[in-house]
């Protein structure tokens, strides 16, 4: 059964049959109003689609919270067509990325995180996880998802639902553990995700020796080009693991990103990661990364860095509170320089 829903990128939608349209700090827009509990909204013929929205099949939306600074659909358009634009010095198509800690259940459980109590049922907040992604990838408004805090019950959902996609991903030795009732999970274990296009390989995975449930994971999605999902320990931990990173990016000299989970401010992991990163800075707003409450308060403490190319843009993505962390998009341009 086909899946749904929609990630509200701040300003912009991401999800299935509709386009990825920015958040700034003037303002939210959406570009379709969302359906409310528990309704269906009416399919649309392709023929009757935008050209840029057809081939994407009509699925159950997710209701978000109402939005201010409603946009035209043009304008969604042409910023898409933007973003698409192959660089005009270097020819290269510009790569978009996200990174997302999609919450494992048992985590959630054990330190009573706000999202057990909006998302009771398990397997409807994994399916509209899995909706938000495999939307997202099929609609082209994403090429890659880094995700972490990934359930095994998740990952196989991810599969299922992306089987012309690559879904590579890397396991800790440490299984979380329940400290109440049983888990609903059928697969406890917890992984680090990469979702890339078909082809896409692994480099390297590890988990770190400071903490057995955090690690990273090295793609290759592209010939030249790969990225690193990486979920990195709160405190001391953390430094070694950054150098780490740090060194893994010397040993594979195409990895032109890092993302994921750093449990750290924008300025910690900038002055602990390599200089060749640049970390990208989310805009001022309402919208944090980390928001357990999943409102205008919170911490940014996911983060994408990139070097050997420019960042064109950086978004907070809204997801309905279906984790504490919110998902962070961002545009690469691959080998092109500021100013090119």
């Known amino acids: 059964m086909a899946l749904g829903g929609a990630l509200l ?11 990825l349209t920015p958040e700034t700090s003037t303002g939210v827009a959406r570009l379709l109003a969302p359906t409310g509990p ?7 013929s392709d023929s009757a689609r935008p050209r840029l929205l057809r081939g994407v099949d009509a699925l159950p939306r997710v209701a978000f919270p109402p939005c201010r600074g409603t946009r035209r659909l043009g304008s969604h358009v042409r910023l898409l067509r933007r973003l ?3 660089h005009p010095r270097t020819g290269i198509d510009p790569v978009k990325i996200l990174t997302w800690n999609v919450l494992h259940r048992i985590h959630a459980e054990n330190y009573d995180d706000p999202a057990v109590g909006r998302w009771p049922d398990e397997v409807a907040r994994t399916r509209h996880v899995v909706a938000l992604i495999s939307g997202a990838m099929r609609a082209g408004t994403i090429d890659v998802a880094l995700l972490q805090e990934v359930s095994g019950d998740t990952l196989a959902a991810l599969r299922s639902e992306l089987p012309n996609y690559s879904v590579i991903s890397h396991v800790y030795p440490r299984v979380p553990r329940p400290r109440r009732a049983r888990s609903a999970l059928i697969a406890p274990e917890e992984h680090l995700v990469v979702v890339g296009p078909t082809g896409a390989r692994r480099l390297h995975s590890e988990t770190f020796g400071t903490d057995p449930g955090k690690g990273l994971l090295a793609v290759e999605v592209a010939l ?5 999902t990486t979920h990195v320990s709160f405190g001391a931990s953390s430094q070694a693991q950054l150098a780490r990173l740090s060194q893994l990016a010397q040993e594979i000299p195409s990895v032109c990103c890092v993302g994921g989970d750093f449990n750290a401010p924008r300025a910690v992991v900038a002055q602990n990661l390599s200089e060749e990163f640049e970390v990208a800075e989310v805009a ?6 980390h928001s357990p409450n ?3 308060h919170g911490r940014d403490l996911d983060h994408l860095c990139f070097r050997r190319g420019t960042i064109t843009e950086v978004r907070v993505l809204l997801s309905s509170g279906l984790s504490d962390h919110r998902p962070v998009w961002a545009s690469f341009q691959p080998g092109a320089r500021g100013g090119d």
Not at 9 to 19: K, N, Q, T, W, Y
Request: proline residues 9%.
């Open 284 to 289: 001022a707003g309402p919208s944090r990364t």
């Open 9 to 19: 990128v701040g300003a912009h939608e991401l999800g299935p049959g509709r386009l």
């Open 84 to 86: 698409n634009r192959p």
């Open 38 to 44: 528990g309704r269906r909204r009416a399919a649309r």
């Open 224 to 228: 030249g080009v790969s990225v690193a």
């Open 294 to 296: 999943d409102d205008r």
